[in-house]
């Protein structure tokens, strides 16, 4: 039977550089400073063999909370401005919109879908969810999955 992984939170000043160096590597891949792993590589002065020994297994605090993801559906009055007005509440929130979704409108209302990443939030969700519910053009709001 294999062993799960244990993990550690450590402040990051007390880890050797190398951390620091592959981490900063990856993040020049994701942002696609660096297009190849050599380039990241050179950029750090680090070794492919290093970078390759670590990627895996050293992560910034905050990319563990990533996934976060909340998927809502809203039923909307069909009006100029009350999309626009919903959506900068998940701005103001600090929500990421990740997707949205919006059918056709029939008789007046319109169904709209809306995905959002929920790690840099400054508000809980129940906030959000009420703040959105109170909206006068908001008709109906639900959580589908998250």
């Not at 550690?8 to 620091?20: D, M, Q, R």
């Not at 996934?67 to 009006?79: A, F, H, T, W």
């Not at 929920?118 to 969700?125: D, K, Y």
């Amino acid at each position: 039977m294999a062993k799960s992984p244990d993990y550690y939170i450590v402040e990051a000043a007390s880890l050797p550089e190398i951390f620091h160096k592959v981490v900063e590597a990856r993040r020049l891949l994701d942002t696609g400073e660096a297009d190849t792993v050599n380039r990241a590589v050179q950029m750090t002065g680090i070794s492919r063999s290093a970078f390759y020994k670590y990627k895996d297994a050293v992560w910034p605090f905050q990319d563990m909370l990533h996934g976060r993801i909340i998927s809502l559906q809203l039923m909307m009055k069909d009006e100029p401005g009350i999309l626009s007005a919903v959506l900068n509440l998940f701005a103001d929130s600090g929500s990421n919109i990740l997707t949205i979704n919006q059918g056709i409108p029939l008789n007046g209302c319109a169904v709209v879908s809306i995905s959002v990443e929920t790690s840099a939030m400054r508000v809980t969700m129940t906030e959000l969810l009420e703040r959105i519910s109170e909206h006068p053009g908001v008709l109906r709001s639900e959580v589908l999955a998250g």
